[in-house]
């Protein structure tokens, strides 16, 4: 079976890597993958390159008849991302499926009637989380279908430090786009709570954000008096903003910068702990699942995407991770978004779960360990059948 993929598959983004690793998987399980868009700058070694090329070939067909036609009405199903409120982008109009499926990762629990209307009418819709579709389902659609993202087993899984940390530092990891929505104020304000205590604390960012702009919607934060400044490069300097903010020493933060996915499993080996005060997620949090991947210690935000992950711990019958299930009242509504559904960790309650793990270091080590076992079953293979189950239904 072809499955075209109606977003730019292989750029740094969340999107991106879901397209990839849609990509290698399909034709793993012996599909075709079909990308409507590849990024400009896409950059394969030469095995993936060699293993994709009927994929690669497919793209060039599919820039051929763009060539030629305004729109194109491809003979086999589609997945086309949709935004916030289920809306349908401009490339998706331009890109039809036999049939067109729905795939949805959005943060706003609001869907213009129209858009409502326009969602009845697919056959499927892939959600990145089962708050997802619960919030459909409340809005009277009865075709979507929850199917998470996955990890790389053969990037992320428990390993051998690579001894690069600080001796004698306890280093606490934190990731995603810096934004309100991830959540990093609290994470900020916690930590400077936690580093009066324990100065060995040493508190390591991936918040590289691709759209700056964004960073705008911390003014909501009552946590900040300021927003981060950004350098000529388009580099969030996240150290200064800390010192402004909380007056923490340049030593106390190590911000990474710009990663790529293959180069996350050998910094994470090194964390001591990963914390995700995250106040919405569409999807399940694809960092947060590659740390617990690497049987690291987490600690979660009981709301949103994040329950998929908690709910772990019932399958297993042991803690995968600290969940932080207190979660303050957020203004539901702000401008054309709602934040209904999500939810506000209260800065005291991160550094009790934050103690909790720094004190209790082999509760730590099996919490981590039961997240890792968990996250086995999570591959992206596994993930992409449970997708290809679902495309086949309704083709």
Known sequence: MKIGIGWQVGVPSGWGTYGLNLCVNLERLGHRAVPLSLAHDLSLDPLTERFLAPALKEHMLVEKLRNLYDSLDLPHPVLHGLGDGLEVSDFSESNQGAPDIGVVFFESAVVPKPNLERAKDLPLIITGSSWNQMVLEAHGLTNARFCPQGIDPSLFHPAPPAGRAPMGRYLIFTGGKLEYRKGQDIALAAFKIFHARHPDALLVTAWHNLWPESLLGLS???????????????????????????????????????????SAPRLLGDMDLAIFPNRCEGGTN????????????????????????????????????????????IAETTGDISRTGWGETPVEALVEAMEEAYQNRAEAKRRGAAAARMMAN???ETQVKRLVVEVEAVV
């Open 378 to 380: 999570w591959s992206w």
């Open 220 to 262: 909501a934060s009552p946590l900040v008096k300021t927003l981060p400044p950004v350098d000529e490069q388009g580099r969030i300097k996240v150290a200064d903003w800390a010192a402004a903010e909380h007056g923490l020493p340049s030593d106390a933060i190590l911000d990474l910068g710009p990663q790529t996915n293959a």
């Open 286 to 329: 694809l960092v947060a699942m590659e740390a617990m991947a690497m049987g690291l210690p987490v600690i979660l935000s009981a709301n949103t995407g994040h329950f998929d992950l908690i709910q772990g711990s019932e399958t297993l019958g042991e803690p995968v991770c600290w969940a932080v299930k207190h979660q303050g009242a």
